[in-house]
């Protein structure tokens, strides 16, 4: 009998497969990790795929994010809701869930909700510190991963087992401290994705994961891997004795990100949130933009010098700065029409 | 001298005898970073202490944010 899954049964026995057919795997982000992660989930024929993603598609995307196409960017589509189309083509036979959504200290235990792995492919330091916390203290596997320019590594999270993503801290990260601007080629991408999928491959066969930390330089050819157990902290706030979750606390605050190498800022509103109709926004603000591009997400459009992309939930992305300060008065100017 | 640094073969000019100094010598000195010498991992605070000798087997591993 054909079975669209046989080749990889004939590798992994049928009850890991029976096992990826059953399990629901998270991925925070669908950039270049993780649509790389996503298409392979999807082949391999996962039971359910969750997508978070705060981010639309731009056309400097198109090198390295493989799920996403020209039409995409014309339409402006959010990355969360391209991926679920590309997805749902490739296979039709899993379920597909997409949100569009800045992955925070307080969505986050929500999101990774009834999921069996979590698979890292956030484009920050801090987000993945945030993730790190819920999936401890939830006791889920999760898979850390990051590249840039030609250079990636990995990382595998069991929690109760290997030392997590804030033992391995050697001092606190500071805002900003992981902007990097040497930008990134579509192979480092691969080889990252393809280790962490085959860490989730491995989880659902069954087999036990080690903590070693894994890099490479594909361009330099090197590689590096260090065995990290002695780094198991028993005072760790996020696994240790007494944890505290540090990364789950409470944000009130309008938050700003500067989104590196890309000239803008995305801006998020704290508590007391609200849906904004994008139609009547863009009613109000008609006269005031150019360029308007309006679809069931998003509004994007040309106000003063700036290129403003507001979500229905408040957020934005401001492009045309590289000053939280400056992007958060246009922010104000901006919404002061609706 | 000479280490192996992440698998290959490297000569360190003079001055950079600690881990402190091999740091900054790869200007990783303000990354997060593990690092680890003859499958022994050094502990932060002992990066300025710690002397590399001659045929050392030294792994790094910095953190990046990207994806
Ligand atoms: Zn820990």
Known sequence: MSNRYSRQELFLGSKAQANINEASVIIIGAGALGSASAEMLVRAGIGVLTVVDRDYVDLTNLQRQ??????????????AIAAKTRLE????????????????????????KGHSVIVDATDNFETSLIVNDAAVKHGIPFLFGACVGSY????????????????????????????????????????????????????????????????????????AEINVTQLKNKLCPTCGEHPSHPFLSFENQMKTDVLCG?????????????????????????????????????????????RVVFFKDGRAIIHGTNEAKNARAVYNRFIQFY | MSITLNGKSVDLREGVNTVEQLLSHYHLENRIVIVEINKEIVMKENYKTMSLSHGDVVEIIHFVGGG
């Open chain 1, 89 to 112: 083509q490739i296979n039709s036979e899993i379920t597909i869930n997409c949100f569009i959504e800045d992955v925070n200290g307080l969505n986050i235990e929500e999101l990774i």
């Open chain 1, 262 to 306: 890309r000239d803008a800022v995305q801006l998020r509103p704290g508590l007391g949130r609200r849906t904004y109709s994008l139609p009547h926004l863009l009613e109000r603000l008609e006269s005031h933009v150019k360029n308007p591009v309006l679809n069931q997400y998003l509004l994007s459009c040309k106000f003063e010098d700036y």
């Open chain 1, 152 to 223: 990636g590594l990995t990382y595998p999270i069991i929690p109760g087992e290997t030392p997590c993503l804030h033992c391995l801290l050697n001092y606190l990260p500071m805002d900003g401290m992981t902007c990097d601007t040497v930008g990134v080629i579509s192979p480092i991408v691969q080889i990252t994705a393809a280790l962490q999928i085959t860490q989730v491959l491995q989880i659902l066969s069954g087999e036990t994961l080690f903590p070693i930390l894994q890099s490479m330089d594909i361009w330099k050819n090197e590689k």
């Open chain 1, 66 to 79: 493989q799920l996403y196409t020209e039409e995409d960017v014309s339409n402006q589509l959010p990355k």
